[in-house]
């Protein structure tokens, strides 16, 4: 209780839960489109190629968070255009990408004035505390983008995710899907880094729509299961760091970890694991 009175009392803290419920909805929903296309890889590479936009916006003195997010979303669109025209094996371009960014990221934030440890810490393992009104504002424009695109996209997206070539003879535009999520992939991650930083955000992106997986078999069923499974991961997370002062990204993961065991005990008491549909 002591948690939910806090909420109130601190700025912060309302903040940070806030954020929790908002990166919850959309990692729920963009996380599995991600797992069903089996492109977690992708969205790991996404995710640390942001970290090189991050370090050079941070040498500059400009905001890291756009930074991070053209870097994310010119790696996005850049992954998918290489696995398309077959140039390079899309698996060699995220990795390319992965350490580049990374390298370039450690770079800069390590050459600008003024630069402490703490700061690339911050950025790699999260600090939600740090979450302002203006990141809960975007996070809510994001949520509103992302839930109407799920939910008059539906089709097309399911489609697309399981299987282009089917896809395309029903008539749909695979392009266009896949470079629209691409950017909403790229997006709601470097919206998401202050909350699970870089190291850990993958884990929010494909824990919740796993679990949704092992007991739904249906792609719509998972889109709604996932971010309530999110949601309660971040709030649970956020509420045992406030109250045992530990690490939030980790206490986050900890709990979705659990839940998963659950949800495998689940699936094998009641028999063999659902297909996705």
Do not use: Q
């Not at 942001?50 to 996005?76: E, K, R, T, V, W």
């Not at 282009?164 to 691409?182: C, E, N, Q």
Request: charged share 10%.
């Amino acid at each position: 209780m002591e948690f939910f009175n806090d909420l109130v009392r601190y700025g912060y803290l309302g903040h940070a839960f806030a954020a929790c419920i908002l990166s919850g909805v959309t990692c729920g929903i963009i996380g599995t489109y991600v797992v069903c296309r089996r492109m977690v890889f992708l969205a790991g590479g996404i995710t640390h190629a942001s970290f090189g936009g991050l370090g050079i916006a941070f040498y500059l003195g400009a905001d890291p968070m756009l930074g991070a997010l053209l870097f994310a979303l010119l790696s996005a669109l850049g992954i998918e255009r290489a696995g398309e025209r077959g140039r390079i094996r899309e698996d060699s371009a995220i990795g390319i990408v992965w350490s580049v960014g990374m390298a370039v990221g450690a770079l800069f934030m390590s050459l600008a004035p003024g630069y402490v440890s703490g700061d690339l810490a911050a950025y790699l393992f999260g600090s939600i505390v740090a979450v302002t009104g203006r990141d809960v504002t975007a996070l809510i424009l994001l949520t509103a983008v992302v839930t109407v695109v799920a939910g008059l996209w539906l089709r097309p997206i399911v489609y697309t995710a399981f299987d282009r070539d089917f896809a395309r003879s029903r008539g749909v535009h695979t392009r266009l899907v896949s470079y629209l999520m691409a950017a909403l992939v790229a997006t709601t991650i470097v919206l998401s880094i202050r909350i699970m930083g870089i190291v850990l955000l993958i884990s929010l992106l494909t824990l919740p729509a796993t679990i949704a997986g092992m007991l739904h078999n249906s792609y719509r069923t998972m889109s709604v299961a996932a971010p309530l499974l999110a949601v309660t991961g971040n709030v649970a997370g956020l509420a045992l760091s406030y109250r045992f002062d530990v690490p939030p990204g980790a206490a986050v993961i900890f709990v979705l970890a659990l839940m998963l065991i659950g949800a495998k005990l689940l699936s094998l008491r009641n028999g063999k694991a659902p297909a996705h549909r």
